[in-house]
């Protein structure tokens, strides 16, 4: 299928960024609307624009509960009324981080979420996941087509327009993100360092950094996949000051910021708080359009080989 037998289709609330990927990959664009009764209950109303043979869906599921609920009810509705391939673009991709039971009677959330949106959609493209125990998006997420993008690139690119590189350190707040870190670091021409962190609950972590980096006077930029309570980024702020940083920064790629966690951030040692627009967000300054429109693009392009 080419792009014009394709329709992009977004949510309210994340109408702009939406409307930016479907202009990026030559796609007409149309909005589902979306309206929630006071039990809670969702109606979802489709576009009265013509379908297409493949339509895309982009909803970043962070909050997902009740999103997936709508997806559900969209899919299925979709599939009534003859749509052939449905994409899902979720540029945050919600459950990934339950991969395991830790206690008796856990339920494992990755596989039973991811599971289900492979049975609803023929192809996933999501930002970074955030996946432990598990190599590639295809075993947590058994769709036909599962894409991971990494918004390194588009981290990168932000950074070499900034004015604050001179003397500059960019900081993982642990062992996870060092191939992430590092990546970024060499194709900015930036020094890292990568920190040690042990959790010790939902809202409870421990940061030691690097005894050999020098951070007396640099500016730190603390590069994280996501921001959720914020509480490891304080932490890591907190221990950078002590070791004399001077302006500290944070990058993330998925601003989650859950209840109070942005003004706690704001009142740390944090002076700029940025993230890409894989959530809609205040703090958003880098935008992943054209990388998730490219991701489309080439999918469309190899399902019409496929066809062929």
Same mark, same amino acid.
């Given at each position: 299928?080419?792009?014009? #037998?394709?329709?992009?289709?977004?949510?309210?609330?994340?109408?702009?960024?939406?409307?930016?990927?479907?202009?990026?990959?030559? !796609?007409?664009?149309?909005e &589902?609307?979306? %309206?929630?009764?006071?039990?809670?209950?969702?109606?979802?109303?489709?576009?009265?624009?013509?379908?297409?043979? =493949?339509?895309?869906?982009?909803?970043?599921?962070?909050?997902?509960?009740?999103?997936? $609920?709508? !997806?559900?009810?969209? @899919?299925r509705?979709?599939? +009534?009324?003859?749509?052939?391939?449905?994409?899902?673009?979720?540029?945050?991709? @919600?459950?990934?981080?339950?991969?395991?039971?830790?206690?008796?009677?856990?339920?494992?959330?990755?596989?039973?979420?991811?599971?289900?949106?492979?049975?609803?959609?023929?192809?996933?493209?999501?930002?970074?996941? =955030?996946? %432990?125990?598990?190599?590639?998006?295809? /075993?947590?997420?058994?769709?036909?087509?599962?894409?991971?993008?990494? +918004?390194?690139?588009?981290?990168?690119?932000?950074?070499?327009?900034?004015?604050?590189?001179?003397?500059?350190?960019l900081?993982?707040?642990?062992?996870?993100?060092?191939?992430?870190?590092?990546?970024?670091?060499?194709?900015?021409?930036?020094?890292?360092? $990568?920190?040690?962190?042990?959790?010790?609950? #939902?809202?409870?972590?421990?940061?030691?950094?690097? #005894?050999a980096?020098?951070?007396?006077?640099?500016?730190? $930029?603390?590069?994280?996949?996501?921001?959720?309570?914020?509480?490891?980024?304080?932490t890591?702020?907190?221990?950078?000051?002590? %070791?004399g940083?001077?302006?500290i920064?944070?990058?993330?790629?998925?601003?989650?910021?859950?209840? #109070?966690?942005?003004?706690?951030?704001?009142?740390?040692? &944090?002076?700029h708080?940025?993230?890409?627009?894989?959530?809609? %967000? /205040?703090?958003?300054?880098?935008?992943?359009?054209?990388?998730?429109?490219?991701?489309?693009?080439?999918?469309?392009?190899?399902?019409?080989? @496929?066809?062929?």
């Open positions: 299928m080419s792009t014009s #037998d394709s329709l992009l289709l977004g949510f309210p609330e994340s109408s702009p960024v939406a409307r930016r990927v479907a202009e990026s990959a030559g !796609l007409p664009y149309a &589902i609307a979306v %309206h929630r009764f006071p039990d809670g209950e969702s109606q979802v109303t489709l576009p009265a624009s013509r379908l297409a043979p =493949h339509v895309v869906l982009y909803r970043s599921l962070d909050r997902p509960n009740d999103k997936l $609920i709508e !997806l559900l009810m969209v @899919c509705t979709l599939r +009534a009324q003859g749509v052939l391939r449905l994409t899902l673009v979720a540029p945050y991709l @919600c459950y990934m981080r339950q991969d395991m039971a830790f206690h008796p009677g856990e339920v494992v959330s990755q596989p039973v979420i991811g599971g289900w949106l492979a049975g609803l959609f023929d192809g996933v493209i999501t930002v970074d996941p =955030h996946l %432990h125990r598990v190599a590639r998006l295809a /075993e947590a997420l058994p769709a036909k087509q599962a894409i991971t993008l990494s +918004a390194a690139p588009a981290f990168v690119e932000y950074l070499r327009t900034q004015k604050f590189l001179d003397d500059t350190l900081l993982g707040p642990d062992s996870e993100s060092e191939q992430w870190v590092r990546g970024i670091a060499e194709a900015a021409g930036l020094p890292y360092a $990568i920190a040690q962190k042990q959790r010790q609950g #939902d809202r409870s972590v421990v940061i030691r950094l690097p #005894d980096v020098a951070l007396q006077g640099r500016t730190v $930029i603390l590069l994280d996949d996501m921001a959720s309570t914020g509480r490891t980024l304080i890591a702020a907190e221990q950078a000051k002590v %070791h940083a001077g302006e920064r944070v990058l993330v790629t998925h601003a989650l910021f859950v209840n #109070d966690s942005l003004q706690k951030l704001r009142q740390s040692p &944090i002076s708080i940025g993230s890409s627009d894989s959530i809609l %967000h /205040e703090t958003n300054v880098v935008r992943l359009d054209k990388l998730l429109a490219a991701s489309l693009i080439g999918l469309n392009a190899l399902s019409g080989r @496929c066809r062929d």
